[in-house]
C-alpha cells in the first residue's frame, strides 16, 4: 500500500481505540483524519482506512458516502457553508449564496482550489441568519454586500475544516 | 410558583468567553454539585429528578427520570449518550449551549452517570460543529486533568467515568437516537427498529440513555436544589425553563430561556421586539420544521409541552379540508413543542416557497431506508417545487395531503412524520395560497400569482 497516515494521525487513532470497544467506532474520526491528510477520500484512501480499522473497503465506502462533509474528489481549501434553510431564507440566504457565487465564480457544488461553495442545510445559527460557516469561523447575519470582505478574509485567512481533525 | 422572566438556568453564563474554562467554572461553584452527588445512590438522584419534571429538551419532551428508570437496576456496561446533533431547521440552542457552558454539561453528564452506573459515555456532536467541537474537546480535556473524568474521580477511590466527543460528518438523521447509536459504532446512521428500547439494548447492545444536551444541562440544578424546586419553576407537568430559538421575521430574534408559561404573542411582541419592517404576524412553526404551524389565531398558547398538544385553540390538522389527520386511535394532532426552534413568518412571506424548501429539506436527509420516506420526501418534495414555481396542476393539493397521510406511521423512524405533519400542517393552515398555485389544467385558465 502506497498511502499511509502519519505519525500524529497513527497517534491520534490510538487514544481513540482505547474508548471503544473494537476499532470500528473511530471510522469517522479516521475519514475526518484522511480527508485532512489526503484532500479527499479516493478509493486508495478507504482502502487505508479499511486496512487501519481491519474493516473491509466497502464497509468504509458505505460510511463514507453516507456523511455529507466527506469527499470523494478534491475540493477547495476553505469549504464555504452557506445555509438557505427556512430561518436563513426568510432573511436573504439565497441572496448570499447568490453573492458568493457571482464573487467566486462558482455554482453551489464546485470548488476551484482556493473555495468550495457548499449550500448547507441548517447551521444551528438560525437566530443570526442568515449564517455561514467556514471551518471553526462563523460569519453570522451576512448580506450580500459583506461578502466581498469575507472572501478577501479567506483568502488571507483560510479556514479548513481539517483544522479540527 | 412558575419561574419569572429572568430567571435563567441553562444560559445563564451567555456572552463571556471566559465562562467555558474550567477555572471560572470551579470559582463560580462549578463541579460542587456533582461532587456532592457522588455520596448519594442511584435511586436519590432518579427520584429526584423524576419529581423534578424534567423532559427531554431535544424535540419529544418525554419525561427525563422515567427513561432513566426504563434502565434495568442490576445492569452493568450502561452508557451515556448526549446528543449534540442540532440540525433540526430553526433551532440553535444546544450549539450555544455547548459553546458557552462545556462544564455544565459535563458536570451534567458526571451527575447522570452516575445515576445510571455508566463508565464510558460520549457525546455526539454534528460534524459542521467545528468551532463547538474544539470547545468540547478542550473542556473535556480540562475535566480529565483536574480529575472529574477518569478512573477514580473526585477522590472518591472507585468510581470511573469516561467522556470521549465523537464528532458526526453531516447527517441530520443522526439526531434520531438509534441512527445516532448506530453512527457511534461505526456504520451508516441508519435508525434501528424498537424494541429493544436504547435503554434495554442501545450502544454496543449494551443499555443506554440518549439526552439532550440542554436535558443534561438542567441535571446539576435539580440535583442542587431538589426535583420539588425544579417542578415548581414550570407548570403542570413540565419542570423547569424553556429555552427557546427565535428565528425569521422578528426584530430580535434569539436564544432566550424563558417561563414554560409564556405565550407566543407575547415571545414575539414583549421578547423579541414584535415583527420586523411594522409588518403583520402570519404564522409561525413552533418547535423546528417538523412540527405543524399556528397561525395568527393560535399564537396565545403557552410554549409549554402539553399545551401545544391539547389546546382546543389550536386547530387539528387535517389530510384534506374537513378530515382530521388520525394519529392512531383517533387521536387527534395539533403541534408539539418540539426543539424549542420558533421560526416567525411575516405577511409578505409566500408559505409555499417556505413549505417547498422544507419538503427539500426532509428529501435530502431521508436515509434511504424506508420506501414511504424516501419515495414520499422526493414527491412532496417535486409537486412543492412545481406549486411554488407556478407549475402546479389541479390536484396537487390533495396529493400532498395524501401522500403525507401515507408515511405517518409507516416508517421506522420519525423523520417521516416530521416530513408528514408539517405538510398537512401548512395544508391545513394556509389551503387557500396552494390551492391557489393549482393553476395548470384548470378550466378558467387563471395563471396565478406565479412568485
Same mark, same amino acid.
Given at each position: ?25 473511530? =471510522? ?52 464555504v457553508?452557506i ?9 436573504g440566504?439565497?441572496d448570499v449564496?447568490?453573492a458568493f457565487?457571482?464573487k ?13 461553495? =457548499?449550500?448547507?442545510? /441548517?447551521?444551528?445559527? /438560525?437566530?443570526n441568519?442568515p449564517a455561514v460557516? /467556514?471551518?471553526?469561523?462563523y460569519f453570522l447575519d451576512v448580506t450580500p454586500d459583506q461578502v466581498d470582505e469575507i472572501v478577501e478574509f479567506l ?11 | ?14 456572552? @463571556? ?8 467554572? $470551579? ?16 435511586? $436519590? ?41 442540532? &440540525? ?12 458557552? @457552558?462545556?462544564?455544565?454539561?459535563? *458536570?451534567?453528564?458526571?451527575?447522570? #452517570? ?17 468551532? *463547538? ?65 436504547? !435503554? ?30 425544579? #417542578? ?5 407537568? &413540565? ?50 420544521? &417538523? ?15 402539553? #399545551?401545544?398538544?391539547?389546546? *382546543? ?12 389527520? @388520525?394519529?392512531?386511535?383517533?387521536? $387527534?394532532?395539533?403541534?408539539? !413543542? ?26 435530502? *436527509? ?21 406549486? #411554488? ?24 423512524? !420519525? ?31 387563471? $395563471?396565478?400569482?406565479?412568485?
Open positions: 500500500m502506497s498511502l499511509k497516515f502519519s505519525d500524529e494521525a497513527t497517534s491520534k487513532l490510538e487514544v481513540l481505540y482505547e474508548r471503544y470497544p473494537s476499532k470500528q467506532p473511530v =471510522i469517522l474520526a479516521a475519514l475526518h483524519l484522511a480527508q485532512k491528510e489526503f484532500g479527499d477520500l479516493r478509493d486508495e484512501v478507504i482502502d487505508l482506512v479499511g486496512e487501519t480499522l481491519d474493516l473491509s473497503s466497502a464497509h468504509v465506502y458505505g460510511v463514507a458516502t453516507f456523511y455529507t462533509m466527506f469527499r470523494r474528489k478534491p475540493g477547495g481549501k476553505t469549504s457553508r445555509c438557505t434553510n427556512v430561518a436563513c431564507m426568510l432573511r440566504g439565497y449564496l447568490a457565487e457571482e467566486l465564480g462558482l455554482k453551489k457544488g464546485e470548488s476551484n482550489d482556493e473555495f468550495s461553495v =457548499i449550500e448547507e442545510e /441548517c447551521l444551528a445559527a /438560525c437566530a441568519a460557516v /467556514c471551518g471553526t469561523k483568502k488571507s485567512n483560510p479556514h479548513p475544516e481539517s483544522e479540527v481533525a | 410558583m412558575p419561574a419569572e422572566i429572568g430567571t435563567v438556568l441553562v444560559t445563564r453564563r451567555f456572552g @463571556d468567553e471566559e465562562n467555558k474554562k474550567i477555572t471560572s467554572y $470551579e470559582a463560580q461553584g462549578g463541579y460542587k454539585v456533582a461532587r456532592a452527588a457522588m455520596v448519594k445512590t442511584r435511586e $436519590e438522584i432518579v427520584d429526584e429528578v423524576k419529581a423534578s419534571n424534567l423532559r427531554g429538551r431535544g424535540g419529544a419532551g418525554f419525561p427525563t427520570g422515567l427513561k432513566w428508570s426504563f434502565v434495568p437496576k442490576d445492569a452493568t456496561d450502561v452508557h451515556l449518550v448526549v446528543n449534540c446533533d442540532e &440540525s433540526e431547521p430553526g433551532t440553535c440552542k444546544d450549539r450555544e449551549l455547548v459553546y458557552w @457552558d462545556p462544564h455544565l454539561l459535563i *458536570e451534567g453528564m458526571i451527575i447522570a #452517570a452516575h445515576a445510571l452506573g455508566a463508565v464510558h459515555n460520549y457525546i455526539y456532536i454534528r460534524g459542521e460543529m467545528m468551532r *463547538e467541537y474544539a470547545v468540547l474537546v478542550k473542556a473535556v480535556e480540562e475535566a480529565y486533568a483536574r480529575g472529574y473524568l477518569g478512573e477514580k474521580i473526585m477522590g472518591s477511590g472507585k468510581q470511573a467515568c469516561h467522556i470521549t466527543v465523537h464528532r458526526g460528518a453531516g447527517a441530520y438523521i443522526c439526531g434520531e437516537e438509534t441512527a445516532l447509536l448506530n453512527s457511534l459504532e461505526g456504520l451508516r446512521g441508519q435508525p434501528r427498529l424498537k424494541p429493544p428500547f436504547p !435503554a434495554i439494548k442501545g450502544l454496543f447492545g449494551k443499555p443506554t440513555v440518549v439526552n439532550n444536551v440542554e436535558t443534561i444541562m438542567n441535571i446539576p440544578f435539580i440535583v442542587e436544589k431538589g426535583g420539588q424546586w425544579f #417542578a415548581d419553576l414550570g407548570v403542570g407537568r &413540565s419542570g423547569g425553563t424553556r429555552t427557546v430559538c427565535v428565528s425569521g421575521h422578528v426584530e430580535k430574534p434569539g436564544v432566550y430561556e424563558l417561563p414554560m408559561t409564556i405565550t407566543f404573542r407575547e415571545l414575539i411582541n414583549d421578547i423579541c421586539g414584535g415583527v420586523w419592517k411594522g409588518r403583520k404576524f402570519k404564522g409561525l412553526i413552533p418547535g423546528g420544521t &417538523s412540527m405543524p404551524p399556528l397561525g395568527e389565531s393560535e399564537i396565545d398558547v403557552p410554549v409549554e409541552f402539553d #399545551a401545544l398538544v391539547t389546546d *382546543e385553540r389550536i386547530k387539528p390538522v387535517e389530510v384534506t379540508e374537513g378530515v382530521n389527520f @388520525d394519529m392512531g386511535g383517533g387521536r $387527534e394532532l395539533r403541534t408539539m !413543542a418540539g426543539s424549542g426552534g420558533i421560526v416567525v413568518f411575516d405577511d409578505q412571506t409566500d408559505v409555499v416557497a417556505l413549505t417547498s424548501r422544507i419538503m427539500g429539506f426532509y428529501h435530502h *436527509e431521508s436515509c434511504g431506508q424506508c420506501t414511504p420516506c424516501r419515495e414520499g420526501t422526493g414527491w412532496m418534495d417535486k409537486i412543492c417545487k412545481r406549486l #411554488a414555481n407556478g407549475e402546479g396542476k389541479v390536484g396537487d393539493v390533495e396529493l400532498l395531503g395524501n401522500i403525507a397521510n401515507g408515511i405517518a406511521g409507516n416508517t421506522i423512524c !420519525a423523520l417521516g412524520e416530521a416530513a408528514a405533519w408539517p405538510m398537512m400542517g401548512f395544508l391545513t393552515k394556509f389551503r387557500s395560497e396552494f390551492l391557489a398555485r393549482e393553476t395548470v389544467g384548470k378550466a378558467d385558465g387563471n $395563471e396565478g400569482e406565479a412568485a
